[in-house]
């Protein structure tokens, strides 16, 4: 018998409880990348792996984990899930290896190991000499990408990628890490295998004295159509937006979560957004019995879909964000109605 370890974090113990376990003869941990999960979180996989990592000979166990690609799993399990990772967190924050008072700059310049237990390469923190820009080759491009933990881009992707570094390097005079990440994370993003619609172009008007009105053009994947609309929005030209794309792909629906936050550093820094949306439960067909059309609205309650997107112009990314979160939706109802509208869980369910 294998006994394991299932961890919340609710008073942020999670961590120091599995390690326990650990101790006193558990060989299995259940952990989550980030520590993402119900409530305050799970146990992080990083914390795990890393006090384990360090203190060799007080655990009574050894791990064959590649350290090193930690740092990029959990930037793009952020990027994929839409958790930001908070900037103290350990050992993947962004603050982890900084030092900003005096004592600890000069204890880390004159020996590292004085203030971090770790080094940043230890977790795949490292400073890349390699700069690129507007100048840079596609094989200095590809090669950034498989440092960067992307070696498996088919050359249609590899293209789209690289196309948008292109168009950045004309709004950005250096690009770093977390662009490139974004880029590649948008090209993830927006891979929804069953897409209804693409975006097209949008143009906002909006002002301190005026209502903020927006005109979306999107692309009818299926049917090769351009579809023209226009809204206004009361609450700024986001809102418009996305009143907008309601009107054209018929439909109403609730946002849950929108969060912007910047790549990087200066005013020509990326913009990464993450949505999360759900349909609006009176988008329930009408038809179907009373306990199935139910049993669906209950599906469609719990049912979220999130996507994100990263650019210079934050209102470009939001229309493409929330575009791209649609069409995982629509694909979802569309797999649902293949069903015979059974969730996925009744249909795995067997009697034995």
């Known amino acids: ?16 409880n599995s390690l326990a376990g650990i101790q006193n003869g558990a060989r299995q941990v259940e952990v989550t990348i980030n520590g993402i999960g119900e409530r305050a979180g799970n146990t992080a996989m990083e914390e795990v792996i890393m006090a384990i990592h360090t203190h060799p000979n007080y655990y009574p166990v050894y791990h064959t984990i590649n350290t090193t690609g930690i740092y990029l799993l959990s930037q793009l ?20 290896f ?22 940043p390469e230890v977790v795949g923190v490292t400073n890349i000499s390699l700069v690129l820009g507007k100048h840079s080759g596609r094989n200095a491009f590809r090669e950034r990408c498989r440092e960067l933990g992307f070696s498996d881009l088919v050359e249609a992707e590899f293209q789209r990628v690289f196309d948008d570094f292109k168009s950045l390097c004309d709004k950005k005079k250096k690009v770093n890490d977390g662009d490139i990440l974004a880029l590649l994370s948008n090209q993830i993003s927006s891979s929804t295998p069953a897409s209804h619609f693409g975006l097209d172009s949008i143009q906002v008007v909006s002002g301190t004295h005026a209502t903020a009105t927006a005109t979306v053009r999107l ?7 351009v579809i023209v609309d226009a809204a206004i929005g009361k609450g700024g030209p ?3 937006v996305f009143e907008a794309i309601q009107r054209i792909v018929k439909r109403r629906i609730r946002l849950l979560q929108y969060e912007v936050a910047a790549v990087g550093e200066g005013i020509d820094a990326l913009g990464k957004v993450d949505v999360k949306i759900t349909p609006e439960i009176e988008e329930v067909a009408a038809n179907g019995d009373a306990h199935g059309k139910a ?3 209950e599906r469609l309650r719990r049912s979220t ?3 994100n997107s990263a650019h210079t112009d934050i209102i470009l990314a939001s ?27 009744e249909e795995r369910k067997v009697d034995v």
């Open 295 to 297: 049993a669906r609205r």
């Open 219 to 225: 692309e009818d994947v299926r049917g090769g159509d």
């Open 305 to 307: 879909f999130a996507a």
């Open 1 to 16: 018998v294998t006994w394991s370890t299932h961890c919340h974090n609710d008073l942020g113990l999670a961590t120091a």
């Open 319 to 345: 229309a493409k964000a929330y575009v791209t979160a649609i069409n995982r939706m629509l694909a979802w109802e569309e797999e649902e109605n293949a069903n015979g509208g059974r969730s996925l869980v």
């Open 77 to 96: 399990v952020s990027s994929l899930s839409g958790m930001a990772v908070q900037p103290n967190k350990a050992i993947v924050g962004r603050n982890a």
């Open 98 to 119: 900084l030092h900003e008072s005096g004592i600890h700059q000069d204890g880390v310049l004159k020996n590292k190991l004085t203030y971090e237990i770790i080094t």
């Open 238 to 240: 986001i809102e418009a």
